[in-house]
T-cell receptor
Framework: GESVGLHLPTLSVQEGDNSIINCAYS??????FIWYKQESGKGPQFIID?????DKRQGQRVTVLLNKTVKHLSLQIAATQPGDSAVYFC????????????FGTGTRLLVSP | DTEVTQTPKHLVMGMTNKKSLKCEQH?????MYWYKQKAKKPPELMFV???????INESVPSRFSPECPNSSLLNLHLHALQPEDSALYLC???????????FGPGTRLTVL
């Protein structure tokens, strides 16, 4: 089976800093990787995804990096803002079992002004 | 539009009650999901419907009964729940292939 872990339960940064949240996965057959942001009392909100045929993908202020050699995924947030404060989950899936997203334990990002 | 809606937002029920949670999406997604999320934990998959047929049941107790009446709607019928079933219940939908799952805001359920 798959297991997914995040390196830090909590990350505290100052407003304007860049944030990096890391995630490790166990199954080298994983094909799809996704980051969600969850604010208190709300459902997970899609941030960015990446497939196994890519190493890097950029969105607005966010970048996801995938290192398949060491089975490591990271989310970089540029110029972090107080509104970025939330819990961030990575999740992985395989093409043959696409319906089963396996979630990591989550990292709480705290942004202070 | 990537919106999944869920009703009600909050639900309080006794252990002998019967209630239902509802989920709706109009993105044309043919895969729909129920997750349960306890405080400070990641979402846990409960059920998956693909083309309106139940394709995954993660050994969920029978007091939770899912239903997919059409391609846009997903229900979760609740009966004789226990206090430990109190949680945030999330609905999600996606294309029926390896692609993004979009989540609704959830129903906060409290069982007394």
């Amino acid at each position: 089976g798959e297991s997914v872990g995040l390196h830090l339960p909590t990350l505290s940064v100052q407003e304007g800093d860049n944030s990096i949240i890391n995630c490790a996965y166990s199954n080298s057959a994983s094909d799809y990787f996704i980051w969600y942001k969850q604010e208190s009392g709300k459902g997970p909100q899609f941030i960015i995804d990446i497939r196994s045929n890519m190493d890097k993908r950029q969105g607005q202020r966010v970048t996801v990096l995938l290192n398949k050699t060491v089975k490591h995924l990271s989310l970089q947030i540029a110029a972090t803002q107080p509104g970025d404060s939330a819990v961030y989950f990575c999740a992985v899936a395989r093409d043959t079992g696409f319906q089963k997203l396996v979630f990591g334990t989550g990292t709480r990002l705290l942004v202070s002004p | 539009d990537t919106e999944v809606t869920q009703t009600p937002k909050h639900l309080v029920m006794g252990m002998t009650n019967k209630k239902s949670l509802k989920c709706e999406q109009h993105m044309g997604h043919r895969a729909m999901y129920w997750y349960k999320q306890k405080a400070k934990k990641p979402p846990e998959l409960m059920f998956v419907y693909s083309y309106e047929k139940l394709s995954i049941n993660e050994s969920v107790p029978s007091r939770f009964s899912p239903e997919c009446p059409n391609s846009s709607l997903l229900n979760l019928h609740l009966h004789a729940l226990q206090p430990e079933d109190s949680a945030l219940y999330l609905c999600a939908s996606s294309l029926p292939k390896l692609d993004t799952q979009y989540f609704g805001p959830g129903t906060r359920l409290t069982v007394l």
